[in-house]
């Protein structure tokens, strides 16, 4: 406890350090009273006195006793924010007493270090975090989307994706780290990544051109199918439909989907193809006849020979768990292919060759995936003593020549 005459004294001390701790002790009495109002009122007077105190050490005193609580009087506070920048700053960033309207007309007028406090902030809201990333600043933004606890709004998030992700990868990278992006703005930044690959002067050098093609047009697939699953498992059939009216949904991209075990996403292309409902489409590929499934896909606008092609290699799936099993993918994908060629007598109908190839490219992928997969788990299984068995040494005539 500090008697009156002694806060007295310190408050009118020619000392900064006597006043600014004249200034911390009013704060902490203020937050702390529980008496008469008039003293209340007294200790709120002594407070506005301190604001006017030509030093910064008992400005900064002031604004340190209030910094953490809601109690802290706004109007004390908001006079702090425009108090030097050590002070503001530390107001802005820490203060919880400052509401939603106290944030936004701030950030509206002020500058990159007291928008950079702001966005630092313990909490942030949405109205905030829009109002932040309106400013156009891009070392607020960055700082801003790796926080999955600032809410963003899709619209913004999509909007952050067109004008800035394409062009600025560590933007794009963030914006592609956070599980509130909506499914179309995704895609449309793994596409930009995707072409930043292709255009990329150490990828180019390090793989050959059809190569390069090839393992780009896989990780689109790949990607295009894996948001699909995403999106579907939360019930959010728009993306297929926003596929379907881009153009963007091909025959490939649904043979991936049930290759790469997206079954759910492949089921809402073919409920939006065949503007069927969900639940019908996931009874018939799961129990309906080869004719019903035939079917359903002609309704989807595929040719023939492809809808003949998924129907079979439905037919193959249901006996395997392709969601989790790499192995039973690779098993699914090479009893369809060899069937094929039995059939055809190893001619494959022009109207199949685009599918044979591809299925055929991620049969060899599916391959090695589940090779290493089969390596490791033999590995530890039989880790300890075991040794490799004899081998006979081969003939010199045949061995390999030297590298």
Not at 37 to 56: C, T
Not at 128 to 142: K, P
Request: net charge negative.
């Amino acid at each position: 406890m500090v008697a009156y005459q002694d806060f007295v004294a310190l408050s009118q001390s020619g000392d900064s350090e006597a006043r600014g701790r004249a200034a911390h002790l009013a704060a902490q009495a203020y937050l702390l009273h529980t008496g008469p109002a008039d003293e209340h009122a007294a200790l709120y007077a002594a407070l506005i006195g301190f604001l006017d105190d030509p030093s910064v050490r008992v400005r900064a005193a002031l604004a340190y006793g209030l910094l953490h609580t809601v109690e802290a009087p706004r109007p004390i506070l908001l006079a702090l924010l425009q108090d030097s920048e050590i002070i503001s700053r530390a107001v802005a960033q820490y203060s919880p007493a400052l509401i939603d309207a106290d944030l936004i007309g701030l950030i509206r007028k002020t500058g990159l270090v007291l928008l950079t406090a702001i966005a630092q902030r313990e909490r942030i809201s949405a109205r905030v975090a829009e109002a932040l990333i309106a400013r156009n600043e891009r070392s607020v933004t960055l700082k801003l989307l790796p926080r999955d606890d600032v809410p963003i709004p899709m619209t913004l998030l999509r909007q952050l994706a067109i004008e800035q992700g394409l062009a600025d990868a560590e933007i794009r990278g963030l914006l592609l780290g956070r599980s509130d992006l909506p499914a179309s703005a995704r895609l449309v930044l793994v596409e930009a990544s995707v072409a930043a690959l292709r255009f990329s002067r150490i990828v180019k050098g390090a793989v050959t051109a059809p190569r390069l093609d090839r393992l780009l047009r896989d990780a689109m697939d790949s990607a295009l199918t894996a948001i699909g699953e995403s999106e579907a498992v939360s019930d959010a059939k728009p993306f297929a439909a926003e596929l379907v009216e881009s153009e963007k949904l091909s025959a490939r991209i649904m043979l991936h989907a049930v290759v790469s075990g997206h079954v759910l996403f492949f089921a809402d292309c073919i409920s939006t193809l065949a503007d069927t409902p969900r639940e019908k489409v996931f009874t018939l590929l799961e129990t309906g006849s080869r004719s019903s499934l035939n079917a359903l896909l002609a309704r989807c606008g595929l040719g023939e020979g492809v809808r003949n092609l998924i129907a079979r290699l439905i037919f193959h799936a249901r006996a395997a768990d392709l969601a989790d099993d790499m192995t039973a993918r690779h098993f699914v994908v090479t009893a369809l292919t060899e069937e094929l060629i039995v059939e055809h007598d190893g001619v494959i109908p022009p109207d199949l060759e685009d599918a044979f190839a591809y299925l055929s490219e991620q049969n060899v992928v599916l391959a090695r995936r589940a090779a290493r997969g089969v390596m490791s788990a033999f590995a530890d299984d039989f880790a300890g003593d075991r040794t490799m068995p004899v081998v006979i040494e081969p003939d010199e005539r045949l061995a390999l020549p030297a590298a």
